[in-house]
């Protein structure tokens, strides 16, 4: 199959949003890249996250009205966060991967499955151990011949791969576990569903489903159903949780830039009052911080795979059907022409020289086009209001000092990881 990558940022953009209809296709998976993504995707052959086609408009657009009438981007998501946020208690020293997890996995919990779990649940924690597992066994793997020919193998001798050792069967049972989670969650919803009340993502799909039962063409479905739903637990934890992880590497690597974040929280809402989305347009600095960490770590480098559904031409060229493209977002995350210091963690890159926030066209960390993020808007918020109650309560520090924090990706491929580190946070 042939492959285009496409970048930097000027081509990207009439690719992807300027001509979005084109390139809309998304595809499985292609290379050692994406051998995670491929693994996930065997026990996820419907739903939202790859499908294509009336499939693919039909669930996207009902997702992204679902999720805006449950709250999110909106003030009712907004409390829940900072609800959430009021259960980030720390330890000294701890490695807050799976506190972070805990939080951000709660509150697509709370959209989904109408329910937060305790911090100490031991399903809850199990399925998340799942989730931190899955990325790092195949981002340790990624460069790994064997690994790379693993999607090719199974779609010549399925049958054998079954019989082989390896990793898969590790993989595919816990898979299945996180899918026998959500089930359980979809039958405890039939059970108790009221269709005059709805109470979160589940009940809306049943009520459609119940609603297109004769339609024969419905992609509103069981399968469906609980296929998007893992999409929407696992990419809801791992990437957000991540991010904030990386920002206390960064604010630990210059607590200069800590110290200052913190002042600007101090004087425009002070300890007591949770931080809210209004806040951010008067902490321009905080907000520059943020944009930046996302930047520099630039989480999804080559985004996910698509293909062209037809023969397009595209920039003089002719690009024919099915090739796959690729969309470089590390070309315009750490571009030069974009960024005044592409390589180095500057936060005056979201900075004017008043010290007012601005925007960069070239800051795509969600993506672009049709394609891109569905839970942008929910990210973006959890990012601001878990990272300012952080700050508003704790000083970020490690017992190696901050010269002995790494910026630099833990593993890197189709992903990048941050590293691990054994943190203090210390009550202010």
């Not at 981007?73 to 720390?90: D, F, V």
């Not at 791969?161 to 996180?178: N, Y």
């Not at 944009?291 to 520099?296: D, I, L, N, P, T």
Request: charge should be neutral; proline fraction near 6%; charged fraction near 20%.
């Amino acid at each position: 199959r042939p492959l285009m990558a496409i970048g930097p940022l000027h081509l990207l953009a009439c690719a992807f949003v300027l001509n979005q209809w084109l390139f809309k296709g998304l595809i499985l998976v292609f290379s050692v890249f994406f051998v995670y993504v491929w693994l996930l995707t065997h026990f996820l052959l419907s739903g939202l996250g790859i499908s294509n086609g009336e499939r693919w408009h039909q669930l996207r657009r009902f997702t992204l009205a679902t999720l805006r009438d449950f709250g999110m981007g909106r003030k009712g998501m907004e409390e829940w966060i900072q609800e959430e946020s009021k259960h980030l208690r720390a330890h000294t020293p701890f490695d807050p991967t799976f506190l972070l997890s805990c939080t951000v996995s709660n509150v697509i919990c709370c959209l989904a499955f109408n329910q937060r779990f305790h911090y100490e649940d031991k399903h809850f924690l199990r399925l998340l151990n799942i989730i931190s597992n899955l990325e790092e066994i195949f981002l340790k793997e990624s460069c790994i011949v064997l690994c790379a020919s693993l999607p090719q193998m199974y779609n010549i001798f399925p049958w054998l791969m079954e019989h082989l050792p390896g990793h898969q069967h590790t993989v595919f049972a816990q898979i299945e576990e996180i899918r026998e989670f959500i089930k359980k969650k979809i039958q405890e919803h039939k059970e108790t569903l009221d269709p005059s009340s709805p109470r979160d993502y589940i009940d809306c799909f049943l009520i459609r489903m119940d609603q297109e039962k004769n339609n024969p063409t419905t992609e509103f479905n069981y399968d469906n159903l609980v296929c998007t739903l893992m999409n929407l637990f696992l990419a809801g934890t791992e990437t957000t949780s991540s991010t904030i992880r990386y920002a206390l590497n960064v604010l630990i690597k210059y607590p200069n830039i800590q110290e200052k974040m913190q002042h600007e929280i101090d004087v425009v809402i002070g300890k007591n009052r949770c931080p809210n989305m209004e806040d951010r347009k008067s902490l321009p600095f905080t907000d520059a911080v943020i944009h930046e960490v996302q930047r520099f770590l630039d989480i999804v480098p080559f985004s996910v795979p698509h293909h062209a559904l037809h023969d397009i031409s595209f920039r003089g060229y002719t690009i024919p059907k099915d090739t796959v493209i690729l969309p470089l977002l590390h070309s315009v995350l750490k571009g030069e022409k974009e960024w005044a210091t592409p390589w180095s963690f500057n936060p005056q890159h979201f900075l004017d020289q008043n010290g007012n926030f601005k925007k960069n066209p070239a800051f795509l960390p969600f993506s672009a086009g049709k394609r891109s993020c569905v839970g942008e808007s929910l990210a973006r918020m959890e990012l601001f209001i878990f990272l300012v109650s952080l700050l508003q309560h704790f000083t970020f520090s490690c017992t190696e000092g901050p010269d002995s924090i790494n910026l630099i990706p833990e593993y890197s491929s189709f992903a990048n990881l941050p590293r691990r580190y054994q943190i203090i946070a210390t009550p202010r």
